[in-house]
Every structure is written in structure tokens, then in C-alpha cells.
């Protein structure tokens, strides 16, 4: 039995000459032409393919008029009153971008049923059908729709697109100018996500998008300033506002991670004793003299409860690290009066409030509890990225500990200040998440207005999936296009998106090509 093609659609024209397996021009009928738009759904039905149907989308609709022809200088053109409109014979033309070929158990595809590559140019004259009602094409897909991911609907025919959960952990991109709706698309996601039993952790750039509807996501809210970061990404974060030889960077950085070692032992971390930092801290040589150094000390006879954490790190980690390495007094006190005038205080300041461990939180993710982290109370992006760096680590560890898949996505929100070219220990982290976390179910979902200058090569190389709705830069589009297959979208089309309407493209899309959605509202 085949498609009923007179309740699920309306004839609107005819195939014409010069069709191919991939783009088929129509005319249409002069009764239907303003009923097709573009972006449309629609069925090619050539009577010689058995139980074969051909599924594509409407493109670059255009009107013509055999005597009002743009290359022909017109009378009309001086006197446009005296043109009747029983003169004027207007007709519609249009291409269908075939974007594969549905499978009805006829002899074409021995008996079989399902969505399969077009290899068919349609015959001249087959009858084209605008869909109006899609969720039929839902059975041909070969996705459960119990299981599917779903964000919103075809924007004319209502049809809820299945997105295939198998694809999720190939990555997802989610890019669009301000305004277009990115990150109640993400919301959306998100909750999708932990519906279909994935961990999820959701980095809140400022706080205003996640976080205020943590409770509608089912998720639970953790302070960045509660993480603890991972000593070495620490130590790489305090060293990188300085510029630095590298005996002075060894110091610093040697120093920098004892340092939070110590105040994480102290506040009741496991594992955090090291011998190397004990022999580093403990050991401490007799000056020659104090010379430079006595300038940078701290005046005013503070007792031990009020001192700054910054100059407990200078005296009791920079300052033995440096003695054991025999570093000149004019040295460390240039050291001591960098790290006080370039590093901002509350990179030190906030070490004792940093008492959850980030395994702690990939771990709650992993058990199927969203986490939304709340990055407002950073001060310093290089401390936001810190924070995402070691949460990417901890994933590994869980990885590197259990061998086993995780199920657990990293949901970054204006991916542009911590997936870029120079974001530093957060791009590294994100960009192996990108190359290798696909393989053990470890996942990123990217969101930010611009890609081919915010979104380092090897994170957006790698995003099996993309929904993308007007772009901040025309070369964006571009850029998509030399990893995706976007068919013939243009920067026209794009310009006539409206707001939380998205292409969608890539594995996760039973048709592998852009098709467009209006997301669906998030309370």
C-alpha cells in the first residue's frame, strides 16, 4: 500500500526538463504557486519507480511572465495603468533539493521499506506534492521516536523532526547571531539530553541563562567558586600573566601548584600529600643579604590570621622554592612585585573556598544528575577557563579509571572565551574532548555567535551535528560548509530566519542535510 499522497500533501506542479538525482526543477500550477515557500516539504512521484518516492525541499521559488521579460525594454514600463491584468500570464518556477528517496515495499527496493540515497533522476512530468502533514515520514527514518531527540518542529508543516540519539557523542555546534535564540535551543538540548540518559554539565558563562532554570532543567546549581582546579592548571594559570624565563616559570609554577596542594590538604582534601612539595617548602636556604627584597614584604606587623592568602603563597611557597633554587634576591623580589601587580587577588584569594573536587561533580553527572556550574562570581576568564580545563581532566580520569564509556556531555555556553585559538588550557582540554572523547561517550556541546574565529579548528572540525540560524559573519557559513553537507542553503536563506528558527545538519539528522526547525519555547 502505498503513501496516501492526497491526505499527507497537495499537488502543487510538475517535474521539468534537465532534472537529476539531486536537483529537480518544477513548475507550479497557477492555483497552488502561492502556497509554496521556501523551505517547503514535498514528494516527487514518478509513476515508473514502484512503491519510490522521492523527498526533498522547495528552493529559490521564482515568478515569471513570458511578455514582461527582463532583458525586453516594455511599453508598460512608462504607462503601468494601461497593463490588464488579463494580459499578464505569470507562472512559478522552483528547484527541489532531493534529499533522499523513500523505500514503500515496491519492487524498486525489493520489498523493503525505509529512507535510502536517491539514485534516481525524476522523468519530466512526475507530480510534485507539497506536504502538509509529515509525521508519516516519521516511520521511514529508522529512529524510535521513544527514544528520539526532539527540539522542535518543521517550521510549515508542524512535523516533530527525530533527531538520532546515536550521533550525540560525535558533537553538537549550535551557532547564531545574538538574538537568534542560541541558548534556549541549548535549554532545550539539555533537557533532551538527561532524558535520553546522558550526564550532563552545563558551563554558565554569566550566570543568567542556566542557572535561573536549573530547577526546570532538573539540574543542581554549583558556584565555579565552590571547584576546586586542578593544581597543575593552577599553577599554568598564574604563570601565564607573567612573562617569564624558564628557570623563573619552573619556580613559579613549582611553587604555584605546592601551594594549592597545601591549602587543599588543609581544608580537608585526600590526596594532595606530595614528598617532592614537602622537601620544596620546608627547605629554605639563608639569604646573603635582604637587599631588594625587604621592599616587597608586607608593612603594618599583620599577625598569621591576617595575612592575605597571596602573601602566604609568597612566603611560604615562592619564597622557598626560589631559595632551593638558588635564585638572586633582586630576582625574587621582581618575582614577588609581578605576581602582586599582574595577578589579581582573587585568583589566590578564592584557594580556600575551592572544597568540591571536580571528579565529584563529573561523577553526580555521570549517576544522571545535570549539574549547572555558575561561572558569574569569577572575576577572571583565565580562572573560568581553569575551572572548565579541570572539569575536562576529572572526565578523563573517570574515563582512564573505569575503561568504560560515560555518557557525559560538556555543555559550553559563548564557547568563544574558552574553545578559541589562544583560550589556553580550556581550548587544549576542550579540543581532545573534540578529537578523542567521541570513542568513550565523553561529548561537547558548543554554543557561540560566530565560528571560524571563536571555534578553534580542531573543535569545530570535529562537530558531527550543527543547528545554525542567522550568522554574525558571512564567512561563517562558508566555514560550515567545507565539514557539512548544507546543500544549497545561502546567506539569503539565513536572512529570512526569524527568531528560535534553526537549521539543523549533520548525523543527528536522519537526513543528513538542513532542514529547517522553530525550536520549541522553554518555560
Known amino acids: 500500500m502505498g503513501i496516501a499522497l492526497a491526505r499527507i500533501g497537495t499537488e502543487v506542479g510538475v517535474v521539468l526538463s534537465g532534472a537529476s538525482a539531486g536537483l529537480a526543477p518544477i513548475m507550479l500550477r497557477r492555483d497552488r504557486e502561492l502556497e509554496v515557500r521556501e523551505e517547503d516539504l514535498v514528494l516527487i512521484r514518478d509513476e515508473r519507480l514502484d512503491g519510490y518516492y522521492m523527498l526533498g525541499v522547495v528552493r529559490w521559488v521564482t515568478r515569471h511572465e513570458p511578455f514582461l521579460r527582463r532583458n ?17 500570464m505569470p507562472f512559478s518556477n522552483a528547484y527541489v533539493e532531493i534529499y533522499g528517496g523513500l523505500c514503500d515495499a515496491g519492487s524498486v ?20 506534492y507539497r506536504l502538509v502533514d ?39 555546534g549550535v551557532f547564531g547571531a545574538t538574538g537568534t535564540g542560541k541558548s534556549r535551543l541549548v535549554q532545550r538540548l539539555v533537557k533532551e539530553l538527561a532524558r535520553s540518559g546522558y550526564g550532563v554539565i552545563v558551563f ?71 614528598e617532592e612539595c614537602r622537601e620544596a ?22 599577625g598569621e590570621a591576617e595575612r592575605s592568602i ?22 625574587v623580589a621582581k618575582l614577588r612585585l609581578m605576581i602582586k601587580l599582574v595577578v589579581p587577588r582573587s585568583v589566590f584569594e578564592a584557594l580556600p573556598g575551592r572544597r ?40 578523563w580520569e573517570l574515563i582512564w579509571d573505569t575503561m568504560s564509556p560515560v555518557n557525559i556531555g560538556l555543555v559550553v555556553d559563548e564557547a568563544q572565551n574558552y574553545a578559541c585559538e589562544h583560550c589556553g588550557e580550556s581550548g587544549r582540554a576542550l579540543e581532545t574532548v573534540a578529537r578523542e572523547g567521541r570513542k568513550w561517550g565523553l ?45 544549497r542553503v545561502t546567506e539569503a536563506s539565513l536572512a529570512m530566519l526569524a527568531r528560535r528558527e534553526f537549521y539543523v545538519a549533520g548525523l543527528m539528522n536522519p537526513l543528513r542535510r538542513p532542514l529547517l526547525l522553530r525550536v520549541d519555547e522553554v518555560p
Open 72 to 88: 525586453v525594454h516594455n511599453i508598460y514600463a512608462e504607462h503601468p495603468d494601461a497593463l490588464d491584468s488579463e494580459l499578464v
Open 109 to 128: 527496493c525489493n520489498g523493503e521499506k525505509g529512507l535510502v540515497s536517491n539514485v534516481y533522476a525524476p522523468t519530466p512530468g512526475s507530480r510534485v
Open 134 to 172: 509529515a509525521s508519516p515520514l516519521t516511520g521511514y527514518l529508522g529512529v524510535d521516536p521513544e527514544k528520539a531527540i526532539s527540539v522542535g518542529v518543521h517550521k510549515y508543516t508542524g512535523w516533530r523532526l527525530p533527531l538520532d540519539p546515536r550521533w550525540v557523542p560525535y558533537h553538537i
Open 204 to 274: 554558565d558563562h554569566s550566570g543568567v541563562d542556566y542557572a535561573p532554570r536549573a530547577e526546570a532543567l532538573g539540574a543542581r546549581v554549583i558556584k565555579s567558586s565552590e571547584i576546586r582546579i586542578n593544581p597543575i592548571v593552577f599553577a599554568s594559570t598564574v604563570s601565564r600573566y607573567l612573562s617569564l624565563t624558564a628557570q623563573q616559570r619552573d619556580a613559579v609554577e613549582l611553587a604555584a601548584m605546592c601551594f594549592a596542594m597545601k591549602i587543599y590538604a588543609e581544608n580537608g582534601g585526600q590526596g594532595y600529600e606530595s
Open 281 to 302: 617548602l620546608e627547605t629554605r636556604l639563608a639569604r646573603r643579604s635582604r637587599g631588594l627584597h625587604s621592599f616587597t614584604q608586607q608593612r603594618g606587623g599583620e
Open 310 to 331: 597571596r602573601d602566604r603563597f609568597l612566603e611560604e611557597a615562592l619564597e622557598p622554592v626560589a631559595s632551593r633554587l638558588n635564585m638572586r634576591d633582586a630576582t
Open 356 to 395: 568540591l573536587e571536580p571528579r565529584d561533580i563529573v561523577g553526580e553527572a555521570a549517576s544522571g544528575k545535570p549539574v549547572v556550574i555558575d561561572m558569574s562570581d569569577e572575576q577572571d576568564i583565565e580562572v573560568k577557563r581553569a575551572i572548565v580545563a579541570s572539569v575536562a581532566r576529572a572526565a
Open 443 to 487: 561529548f561537547l556541546v558548543v554554543a557561540s555567535q560566530r565560528v571560524s574565529r571563536d571555534i578553534r579548528p580542531g573543535v569545530r572540525s570535529n562537530l558531527g551535528t550543527v543547528f545554525f540560524s542567522r550568522l554574525q559573519a558571512t564567512g561563517d557559513l562558508q566555514e560550515l560548509s567545507g565539514y557539512l553537507d548544507l546543500g
